[in-house]
């Protein structure tokens, strides 16, 4: 193992624990933050090209399914009625696989797919979203730009009301 590899399982390592961390102390919006930048980061990886990464593709799918995993987790803490929660417990079953994903063979412990290629964004980054334009008296109707959320820093959205 080279030691550029080395050094990013131990980064993703310690990402994954700070966000349990965080997670099991109820610091839910620290966690949502450290599960999503990690999930991006092994999206990237398990996105990467085969000549750009030291990984094999069967190690590439389960860095894909672990990435889904810490999304499931995260959209499980900022939902208030989730019927299916992907449970800390779940989560910290991973733990192990990441650590040791340069020799892990065996099944997959929970039956997801990794996340399929797309556009991969941080928190708080903005997609280029287009909008119908409201032509009436140009305040703030349903359907404009100013009724819907704006995302800000953080992976938070933030609510807009104008009153006339």
Known sequence: ???VTRSLLQRWGASFRRGADFDSWGQLVEAIDEYQILARHLQKEAQAQHNNSEF?????KTIGKIATCLELRSA???STQSQEEFKLEDLKKLEP???NILTYNKEFPFD???VPLRRILAPGEEENLE???DEEEGCAG?????SFPARVPGGYHLLK???T
Do not use: H, N
Not at 142 to 146: E, K, L, Q, R, T
């Open 131 to 133: 909008f119908e334009e």
């Open 161 to 163: 009301i104008y009153i």
């Open 142 to 146: 349903a359907g404009s730009p100013d």
């Open 112 to 114: 997801v797919q990794p």
């Open 1 to 3: 193992m080279s030691e």
């Open 56 to 60: 094999t593709e069967e190690q590439k």
């Open 97 to 99: 696989i990441l650590k």
């Open 76 to 78: 499980a803490l900022q």
